[in-house]
């Protein structure tokens, strides 16, 4: 069955990095667009970033352009979120997803 399995969040300062991965599983991942969408305390579903099949085009929130990178490896199997610069309003429950199936989130807090 499609599973896919967020991992790399959790604590980290304001101005620091992390890099979130999504191991995939289940289905053909090299034929879809993958996507990372996030969820802060008390609100809705902001969508985050976008890569397709061909990992030659990227897309971005405004909120996260220029700090945030999306990438994916397709022999792995695998989607990355590299997230520099962090600031408290990125701090969100962060799931990567093909749009028809979300994995089950990783935490992201961004304090001092």
């Known amino acids: 069955q499609v599973q896919l399995v967020e991992s790399g969040g959790g604590l980290v300062q304001p101005g620091g990095s992390l890099r979130l991965s999504c191991a995939a599983s289940?289905?053909?991942?090299?034929?879809?667009?993958m996507y990372w969408v996030r969820q802060a305390p008390g609100k809705g579903l902001e969508w985050v970033s976008a890569i397709n099949t061909g990992v030659d085009s990227t897309y971005y929130a405004d909120s996260v352009k220029g700090r945030f990178t999306i990438s994916r490896d397709n022999a792995k199997n695998t989607l990355y979120l590299q997230m520099n610069s962090l600031k408290s309003e990125d701090t969100a429950v962060y799931y990567c997803?093909?749009?028809?199936?979300w994995g089950q989130g990783t935490q992201v807090t961004v304090s001092s």
């Open positions: 289940g289905f053909t991942f090299s034929n879809y667009w």
């Open positions: 997803g093909n749009l028809y199936y």
